[in-house]
């Protein structure tokens, strides 16, 4: 069975501080994808990011940044110089990549809420 | 706008009534899922189509639940003889699996509050 954890429920910073959002997953698949997603009050999940499981690089995306280490299964979002805009729920996710008829259906971790204060 | 479309955006019914949600997904996915949220926790699988087929029904999903894509387009969601507790976010997405193509669109969801 697949699970991940976000042991994190909820942050609070300043703007213009970084935040790291923690990720530990946990799958017997050896292929899967790891997923972080964004829920703003809207409600509507805004994709973030995809990794592959082989593929261990770190990824920086303007103020965005993950770390993926397989050694610990976790896949950790960091972000730079927060801004008030980035307040929202951070999900982090899961789903086995077993060719085009696996379920791929996502497993997710129960959300981290980030407040930025101004 | 091509995103996942879902309506409506909020349901209020009596307890014992039945709702339907639909959802739209982008036009050429193949996939469609549906999860549902409650306060607090990440989305949980409910279901999911490849095409019209449904191809797997979470233990989630009571009798009182049905899903149809019955053309492969759109997506019907019905709960019967609503409860209380099926008070959540119900939210749909899509996606284009072949081969690598696999993150998932999400619509803005279908709150349902059942009073």
């Known amino acids: 069975a697949q699970k991940v954890t976000q042991a994190q429920t909820e942050i609070s910073v300043v703007e213009k501080e970084d935040v790291t959002l923690d990720c530990v997953y946990e799958?017997?698949?050896?292929?899967?994808?790891l997923f972080w997603y964004k829920q703003p009050p809207s409600g509507e999940l805004v994709f973030l990011i995809r990794r592959n499981s082989f593929d261990e690089q770190n990824e920086i995306s303007g103020r965005y940044s993950w770390n993926f280490q397989k050694s610990t299964s976790s896949f950790n979002f960091t972000i730079t110089a927060s801004q008030v805009v980035d307040s929202a729920v951070y999900l982090c996710?899961?789903?086995?990549?077993?060719?085009?008829?696996?379920?791929?259906?996502?497993?997710f971790g129960s959300g981290t809420r980030l407040q930025v204060q101004p | 706008d091509t995103g996942v479309s879902q309506n409506p955006r909020h349901k209020i019914t009596k307890r014992g009534q039945n709702v339907t949600f639909r959802c739209d997904p982008i036009?050429?996915?193949?996939?469609l899922y549906w999860y549902r949220q409650t306060l607090g926790q990440g989305p949980e699988f409910l279901t999911y189509f490849q095409n019209e087929a449904q191809l797997e029904k979470s233990r989630l999903l009571s009798d009182r639940f049905s899903a149809e894509r019955p053309k492969g387009s759109f997506s019907t969601l019905e709960i019967q003889r609503t409860e209380q507790g099926d008070s959540a976010m119900y939210l749909c997405?899509?996606?284009?699996?072949?081969?690598?193509?696999?993150?998932?669109?999400f619509g803005q969801g279908t709150r349902l509050t059942v009073v």
């Open positions: 997405a899509s996606s284009l699996t072949r081969g690598e193509n696999t993150e998932a669109f």
């Open positions: 996710a899961l789903s086995e990549a077993r060719g085009d008829t696996g379920r791929r259906a996502l497993t």
């Open positions: 036009s050429e996915h193949n996939r």
């Open positions: 799958t017997r698949d050896t292929t899967y994808y």
